[in-house]
């Protein structure tokens, strides 16, 4: 088990802990938005980068460096276990995975194994422990993550994003057993992917349930809950921090959190004190300012920050975040203000 | 004011008036899913084809003649109004509406201007009457239909369809008072949509709006609830029931309901019955099967089926539909299944 040799304003916070500011770090900070991102990856797609463990770690220090942000968040992508064992698995500049087998039944379950983390993904142990090298002066966290089960699935079966995941469903609907089979293998894939990210160094892990906003309560917990939470649980004994986190998750806050998660990420739907109702018992929460604010410099973002900031602090356990990753447009002047107005803000 | 000579479970349900059987009838029920609309669409753009009165009335008696649904809607598209007068307002098939020239500040307000049904939009008060005509004998109602204000904001202000919508709020976000006016324009062009729908002989309303669901409870409230409450009000006098529906509105089901709506229409995010404790008033609903179900025909659709006609029919003022559109590769035969399914169903 990991343990920091700093003390952690981010870690603290996930365990429930008063810290003395609130922590921050952005989803996606390390990013388009970035200018010396840009710059340093140049062409490469994103799976060619995510193979580079110097580039990889160059990446993901960027945002810390920047920002001063209390938390790094490696640099990958969810498609990386997959793409290791699958090569038509890409990531398309712009529209995102795309798959050039779809899964449509059960003969292609069999395209599926277990990831073996040492052979399938060797660079990204390598740039786990470099990063962490580098971090070791600043005592600032490095934050690994996954895929859910379902979102992965949404991909496989999609071919692709898509809008309303009807394929994924009609799937899970009329084939509820090899349904099982399929997110079962993700769940155990997405598994040792975290594993293998904490024990390389990682001190916290996030599960990003992306589309999982797709689902009914009812959806959810028939066919999705078993399989996030063998995730999450699987990872209880390692002893890191686990965010779950999706988008328009507003009636699945109760079941996410009871999947194994220590830290429930909110996006901008739901206000953090109704969060606290929903889920019913003490957690700690992380999120939720709408990236679309970042767009809208000045005192109205301002205000926004430090109702959030009132709201998120009024028990410990807060950690400041976007409710979803950085838009690329977003101005880094912007996020550089929020930190600090987060890291102004007394929480006590 | 328009009243149907012939009795109506649907007008009946929409005015929480106990019915013999549960009304039925699917969002997108005239459209790609119907190999007769294919047929009779051939090669026109949705544009063209709306401006087509008997090619209207065609499409929009189809599913009717087909399922014994209980209500047509009007075949149209939310864009229609603005596409009158703006050229430059197009529909792409397989992406959506998009915008030659994007509005992007206060002096393309002057773009938009009060909508002249007589003068702009002919062609649908023209298929009304003749829709209405060819459905007198059987009574079976006519539903118009408009895009919400936020909505069609959102097509002009992003150029087209957007995951984020993040351009249509920074725009709210950073000029609070340009966006009151743009919205307070659409407002009343939807407005003006809607009333001559209904003079012509729709016999009953519906509000799209599509992408609230990108929205916080406070951000709905705050920059979008006036101008939705302009439309539905607006029409009030007229005495058709207004029925108010978006996607992923779980949290605005309450401001969506007080904006002056006598349905709501539900998606499948949210239980019917956990629908009527947040609204907190009786209300008629209307929903709220995922469309995907009916991707999946079965036992296991049926009982989906049956699940929500008695959640729904514990109260009255329940008519059975789809949570959004039907799906392009949707089997009629699996509709007209769940057609019968209502229809048998003993509401008392």
């Not at 301002?302 to 979803?324: C, D, K, M, Q, W």
């Amino acid at each position: 088990m990991a343990k920091p040799v700093e003390p952690s304003a981010f870690l603290d916070a996930c365990a429930m802990r008063q810290t003395a500011t609130v922590p921050v770090w952005f989803m996606r900070q390390a990013g388009r938005s970035l200018p010396e991102y840009r710059s340093a990856r140049g062409d490469a797609s994103i799976l060619e980068a995510v193979r580079d463990p110097a580039l990889v770690t160059e990446l993901t220090l960027q945002p810390v460096t920047r920002y001063s942000v209390d938390a790094a968040i490696l640099f990958s992508d969810i498609m990386v276990p997959l793409a290791a064992m699958d090569s038509g698995v890409q990531i398309v500049a712009g529209r995102g995975p795309v798959i050039e087998q779809r899964v449509s039944g059960e003969s292609d379950l069999g395209r599926l194994r277990d990831l073996e983390p040492e052979e399938d993904i060797p660079y990204v142990i390598d740039a786990i422990r470099l990063i962490r090298n580098e971090l070791a002066p600043s005592g600032i966290p490095l934050i690994g993550f996954a895929g859910a089960p379902f979102t992965l699935a949404s991909y496989l079966i999609e071919g692709g994003p898509s809008r309303d995941h009807a394929r994924t469903k009609a799937f899970m609907f009329s084939e509820p057993s090899i349904w099982e089979r399929l997110i079962d293998k993700l769940a155990d894939i997405a598994l040792a992917f975290l594993r293998a990210q904490i024990l390389a160094g990682a001190q916290a892990v996030q599960l990003f349930d992306s589309w999982a906003g797709a689902l009914s309560t009812e959806q959810y917990e028939r066919y999705v809950f078993k399989a996030s939470s063998k995730v999450l649980r699987g990872v209880a004994e390692l002893g890191v921090p686990r965010i779950h986190f999706g988008v328009g998750t507003g009636e699945l806050l109760e079941p996410m959190a009871n999947a194994g998660a220590d830290v429930i990420g909110v996006d901008w739907h739901v206000s953090l004190a109704d969060v606290r109702k929903r889920v019913g018992r003490p957690i700690a929460l992380q999120g939720n300012l709408d990236p679309s604010w970042c767009l809208a410099p000045g005192k109205q973002m301002e205000a926004e920050v430090l109702r959030i900031l009132r709201e998120g602090s009024a028990t410990p356990g807060y950690i400041f975040n976007l409710g979803h990753g950085v838009l690329p447009e977003t101005d880094p002047s912007t996020l550089a203000r929020i930190v600090e107005l987060v890291h102004a803000w007394n929480p006590r």
